[in-house]
């Protein structure tokens, strides 16, 4: 029907030109991504132990779900990684809501300030975790240091060693590194936003609480759900975190689902069920994600923005 | 400097067809407009002829040549877009001169050629800015200057003033009438804005929903639409339009209120056809303040609701059949809404068109 | 109270606030680079040196192998592994990345939602969930332990991201850009080297100086798949400190202030174009 397709080779034909454009980046991820999953998929239901590779033909149906489902060691690890994520995002999205508030009224140093607010955004995790691990530590930190001099403590406060204390330390850590990607990002929509609605709101007889509750709000919420969306294409990086900070330890105190797999998987070589548990993470992380990117889309469509 | 025709010209996306095999022909160093309402396949035409769309079948040749599978840089045309598409990066001079550097043109032959063309558009002064720094009637004139400077076959121009304020839009037609009467080339135009069609073109092409509905000189579109839909969306306030049916010598509208038909189109209606009663608000005036006052004139009193002043006319509201219809005096007097006029409705002017298929009963 | 006065109260205040948090992101870092131009026994000492008595080079020239002192990690060669491991893999995501970005931002094809969702899935897999099947896998075909394992895995960690950015920035180019230049002559792929690329040039540095930092930074990925010098780099090189029996502190803090550098000067590069390429992407659709 189409007389342009006559002679044309299929592969230089408008409708092939994306689907070519695109190959590599498919091509990538399913060499290094797809393929492995479904191979970690078909090892969660085998008995594979590193140090046997025989063992990667035993099959052993939903056994390795079966045990990970009924260890308690696991349901602990899988509720405080929850709540850990649950306390890190929300504390972050305040804190970041509040800076870039604070930042917003500020005229003078503006673009430096918001410079160096970038600054945690680009460590690496495993250098925010040794930094906190150095301030931290009991003998010789920073703040232990600084607690005895000022008289505010008279022994060594053990950040790293008690139960809650490095959960805190921990959290403490990953909410420094990760609370600027809101505070740029819901900064980047105070910019954005246009004048007009403030003034109106005003004019309406608005307070101050009411034109940021009412206007303000709405209008920055895609923003924060970008960024909700970006950090939990990247919450794992807590694993390099705590694995420098703590190790997950002491006695599994701080252990998140990503250390144990770790440790189930490498230490002792049970990537059955290394993988299996891998499974259930990875499924909390598209959860999450697929979770903030539809109420970014649904915060999108009513403010207009898009197509 | 060619001629471009258009045979039986389908685009379509997918299962979705957009231009449904349309015809055109189009004559050397002609002024040609596509106007239609948004959505109605005048821009995919132009982009078709362009060779930014892939036809979907049927046949575009500029001059001789088939050029349906040429890529645009091939077909040796120029363009200018709705957003000027200049080159952020590139100055006003670069700009111009940019066609020609890929077509290896000689330093000095770019240099001259640049130079020539922004004397034509009085770019002079500007020929080192960047387009960031142009006003948008100067980035107007850089994206016509764009156009000239590589002496194309054919320009086409997308909706090329929609982006101007009103008083800048109206000085910018002025000057790509001129451009074109000094710079002879094929011209396709398209727009929307049926004002931009009736004082640029030599012939109008109005286009709806993928289809040509009529082709012809400004003054025949204007005076003999072929359809309802024509005559609906050229001139400005539109053509009021009343349905009816034909009663022996009158047509009746709904609510029983009859006018006579007009007697030059007597022959080309059937008692009991129902039809659609067209005339402009040029031919309904106050007596004594109309243009046509001569010929065959249905006189009525008509009750006016709404008087627009514009200083020489006035356009005058009111109703004839339950439908709001739309009249004019000219050489105004004050009128108050509730006035009650002498109003003649000249019928030499005014169309018939087939109740069913909205056609000219005149084409029958 | 009067108005003049309430606002003059909210500026202090702001300004004290503004001076609490910059003192919390500023401290911690600023600490380690102190400790990296400090001996180790100061960092030790009790009652504890607040004021550095020794201001010197050392650690540095220690871990770079050239002091007295040696230490038994490797430093440079970790380094050289870490630039040429995230340089590589950079180069080869930015290309691939341009030519998928491309594709979303210009063309209209089947599947193109889904395509772009399941790019940005394969990103939510945490790290030590991938490490495990990649682990198993790169071990059979003898990757474990080659940078190139680490760059091939960095290539595919970094894609959906460049993709995402780099659509971005090509989104914010019109299309009648590229279509202009081909009517005045270019070909499709002159018209992307001459016009489009150029205008998204900054854009695309940005991403890939994003790409660069992920890479520069991983730590899950690389703890696995790597073993010895041939490929450690530098964050898994930092871990190797606390292995010891007692740490070097000071000679971790001289390792930290080198992974943080780049990290330093690129975010200053960076900045502007990113947080425009983010919300770009997200909010325009």
Request: charged fraction near 15%.
């Given at each position: ?9 299929f ?20 060499f ?8 970690s ?10 140090i ?25 690890a ?10 890190a995002?929300?504390v972050?999205f305040?804190?970041g ?15 430096t300030?918001r ?5 945690p955004?680009?460590?690496?995790p ?10 931290f530590?009991d ?6 240091n ?41 900064l ?7 004048r ?9 007889g ?11 709000l709405?209008?920055?919420m895609?923003f ?26 002491p ?5 998140l ?9 490498y ?16 499924l ?15 915060a ?8 | 400097m ?16 957009v ?5 055109l ?16 396949g ?18 575009i040749s500029?001059g001789?040549?088939i ?5 645009p840089?091939?077909?040796n045309?120029?363009?200018?877009f709705?957003?000027?598409?200049l080159?952020?990066?590139?100055s006003?001079r ?7 550097k ?8 770019i ?10 558009l009085g770019l ?38 929609s ?8 000085q ?31 012939r109008?092409?109005v286009?709806k929903?993928?289809y ?44 029983g ?15 009991g ?29 008509l ?20 439908q709001e ?40 | ?21 910059m ?5 911690p ?5 102190l400790?990296?131009?400090?001996p180790?026994?100061?960092?030790l ?36 592994n ?12 930015l290309?691939?990345?341009?030519s ?8 209209r ?20 969930a ?7 896998i ?33 989104r ?20 992307f080297w001459?016009i489009?690329?150029p ?8 991403a ?24 450690k780099?530098?964050?898994v ?13 000071a000679g ?9 550098i ?24």
């Amino acid at each position: 029907m189409s007389n342009i397709a006559k002679g044309v080779p299929f592969w230089r034909k408008e409708q092939f030109t994306p689907f070519i454009l695109l190959s590599p980046a498919i091509l990538t991820l399913m060499f290094v991504v797809l393929l492995p999953l479904l191979f970690s998929l078909y090892t969660s239901f085998t008995g594979y132990r590193l140090i046997r590779p025989e063992s990667l033909y035993d099959w052993v149906g939903f056994r390795n779900y079966e045990r990970i489902f009924s260890n308690k060691n696991f349901w602990i690890a899988f509720g405080r990684t929850i709540l850990f994520l649950t306390i890190a995002l929300n504390v972050e999205f305040i804190l970041g809501l509040g800076i870039a508030l604070l930042i917003n009224r500020i005229t003078w140093g503006q673009r430096t300030l918001r410079t160096f607010m970038m600054f945690p955004m680009m460590f690496s995790p495993i250098l925010v975790g040794y930094q906190f691990k150095f301030i931290f530590n009991d003998n010789i930190g920073i703040l232990n240091n600084a607690l005895q001099a000022l008289g505010l403590s008279d022994g060594a406060i053990p950040w790293l060693v008690d139960k809650y204390l490095a959960m805190f330390s921990i959290l403490f850590a990953e909410i420094w590194m990760s609370t600027s990607v809101f505070a740029i990002l819901l900064l980047a929509g105070l910019f954005a936003m246009p004048r007009d609605p403030l003034e109106a709101a005003k004019v309406d007889g608005c307070n101050a609480w009411q034109v940021f509750r009412h206007i303000t709000l709405p209008f920055i919420m895609p923003f924060a759900f970008i960024a909700m969306t970006i950090r939990s294409l990247d919450v794992a990086r807590a694993y390099d975190i705590v694995d420098v900070m703590t190790g997950g330890g002491p006695a599994g105190r701080t252990e998140l689902l990503w250390t144990l797999i770790a440790r189930v998987g490498y230490d002792n070589s049970r990537m059955g069920q290394a993988n299996a548990m891998a499974y259930v993470s990875i499924l909390l992380s598209i959860l999450f994600t697929y979770y903030f990117f539809t109420k970014l889309l649904a915060a999108r469509k009513y403010m207009g923005g898009a197509e | 400097m060619a001629e471009i025709a258009l045979h039986n010209v389908v685009k379509n996306y997918g299962k979705l067809e957009v231009v449904h095999g349309i015809n055109l022909n189009i004559e050397h160093n002609e002024f040609v407009v596509l106007v239609g309402p948004s959505g109605c396949g005048k821009s995919t035409t132009l982009r078709m002829i362009a060779g930014l769309e892939e036809i979907s079948d049927g046949t575009i040749s500029i001059g001789s040549e088939i050029v349906n599978e040429l890529p645009p840089r091939k077909r040796n045309i120029s363009m200018v877009f709705q957003n000027y598409a200049l080159y952020p990066h590139m100055s006003v001079r670069d700009n111009l001169g940019f066609g020609l550097k890929i077509a290896k043109q000689a330093p000095d032959v770019i240099e001259e050629r640049v130079r020539e063309a922004a004397d034509v558009l009085g770019l002079g002064d500007l020929m080192d800015r960047t387009p960031a720094e142009l006003s948008g009637g100067q980035r107007q004139r850089v994206a016509m200057g764009r156009a000239i400077v590589r002496n194309p076959q054919a320009f086409l121009f997308d909706e090329p003033l929609s982006n101007l304020d009103a008083k800048l839009r109206v000085q910018m037609r002025t000057e790509i009438k001129k451009l074109h009467q000094k710079v002879k080339t094929t011209v396709v135009y398209v727009t929307h804005d049926q004002v931009e069609a009736m004082t640029l073109a030599d012939r109008i092409v109005v286009m709806k929903d993928g289809y040509i509905e009529q082709v012809g000189s400004p003054m025949e579109v204007f005076n003999h639409p072929v359809n309802t839909f024509v005559a609906s969306f050229i001139g400005s306030p539109p053509m009021n339009l009343i349905p009816g049916a034909i009663d022996g010598d009158n047509i009746r509208f709904s609510d029983g209120a009859h006018i006579s038909v007009p007697t030059r189109l007597k022959d080309k209606v059937r008692n009991g056809q129902e039809i659609i009663f067209g005339f402009r608000p040029d031919d309904l005036t106050p007596v004594g303040h109309g243009i046509n006052e001569s010929g065959q004139q249905a006189p009525m009193k008509l009750v006016i609701t709404l008087a627009e002043l514009l200083g020489t006319e006035t356009i005058l509201y009111t109703q004839i059949a339950g439908q709001e219809i739309l009249g004019k005096m000219f050489d105004p007097r004050d009128i108050h809404p509730g006035e009650e006029l002498n109003m003649n409705l000249s019928l030499d002017k005014a169309h018939l068109f087939d109740g069913a298929t909205g056609k000219s009963v005149r084409l029958d | 109270m009067n108005s003049a006065l309430k606002k003059r109260i909210g500026n202090v205040l702001s300004w004290v606030m503004t001076f609490l948090l910059m003192l919390v992101i500023c401290v911690p870092g600023l600490w380690v680079v102190l400790t990296a131009f400090r001996p180790n026994s100061e960092v030790l000492a009790k009652p504890a040196v607040w004021i550095p008595q020794n201001f010197n080079l050392n650690n540095f020239a220690k871990i770079f192998g050239f002091g007295a002192e040696q230490v038994a990690i490797p430093v440079p060669a970790y380094f050289t592994n870490s630039l040429i491991i995230a340089l590589t893999s950079t180069a080869i995501a930015l290309l691939i990345g341009m030519s998928g970005g491309y594709a979303f931002a210009r063309y209209r094809f089947r599947f193109k939602n889904g395509l772009f969702l399941g790019l940005m899935l394969s990103r939510t897999v945490p790290g030590i969930a991938l490490s495990l099947p990649v682990f198993m896998i790169w071990s059979r075909i003898g990757l474990i332990d080659a940078k190139l394992g680490l760059i091939i895995v960095y290539v595919a960690l970094n894609v959906p991201f460049t993709v995402w950015l780099i659509d971005g920035f090509f989104r914010q180019i019109p299309k009648e850009m590229s279509e202009a230049a081909q009517v005045d002559g270019c070909t499709r792929w002159e018209a992307f080297w001459k016009i489009e690329f150029p205008l998204a040039k900054s854009g695309i540095a940005s991403a890939g100086i994003f790409a660069f930092l992920t890479s520069w930074n991983e730590y899950a990925l690389a703890s696995q798949l790597t073993r010895s010098t041939d490929s450690k780099t530098l964050p898994v090189g930092l871990m190797d400190f606390t292995a010891q029996f007692t740490i070097d502190w000071a000679g971790m803090s001289a390792m930290a202030v080198i992974i943080i550098i780049p990290a330093l000067v690129l975010t200053f590069l960076v900045q502007k174009h990113l947080i425009a390429g983010l919300t770009f992407g997200g909010v325009k659709g």
